[in-house]
């Protein structure tokens, strides 16, 4: 199994840009379609992007224009760029990955068997 572990969180004022890095251990990362949610206090936790072994992307209508998934297999990590975060965006962003095939608009959060213990992003207005 594939260890997670993910930076670049903290506290920013809405506008600002951050970058998410997910660094994977133990096993190759491109072997995983891979995936970034988040959870907002009081919230369930949410799709935001997921990237596919070959690269092929896909976002959450919330995020679509502002985030964006990418993957270095040679660094085996991946990472979500935010720009023009809003406040709504505050949450805790967990990277997860999934063994599963198909296009990575139908993976579901239960495909994603791997997951980081999250990184704390807060925005403020």
């Known amino acids: 199994q594939v260890q997670l572990v993910e930076s670049g969180g903290g506290l920013v004022q809405a506008g600002d840009a951050l970058r998410l890095s997910c660094a994977a251990s133990?096993?190759?990362?491109?072997?995983?379609?891979m995936g970034w949610f988040r959870q907002a206090p009081g919230k369930e936790r949410e799709f935001v992007a997921a990237i596919s072994r070959s690269g092929t992307t896909h976002h959450a209508n919330s995020v679509r224009g502002r985030f964006t998934i990418s993957r270095d297999n040679a660094k085996n990590t991946i990472y979500l760029q935010m720009n023009s975060l809003k406040p709504e965006d505050t949450a805790v962003y967990y990277c997860?990955?999934?063994?599963?095939?198909?296009?990575?608009?139908?993976?579901?959060?239960?495909?994603?068997?791997?997951w980081g213990q999250g990184a704390r992003v807060t925005v403020s207005s």
């Open positions: 997860a990955g999934s063994r599963a095939y198909g296009a990575v608009a139908t993976l579901r959060q239960t495909d994603f068997t791997a």
């Open positions: 133990g096993r190759t990362l491109s072997t995983y379609a």
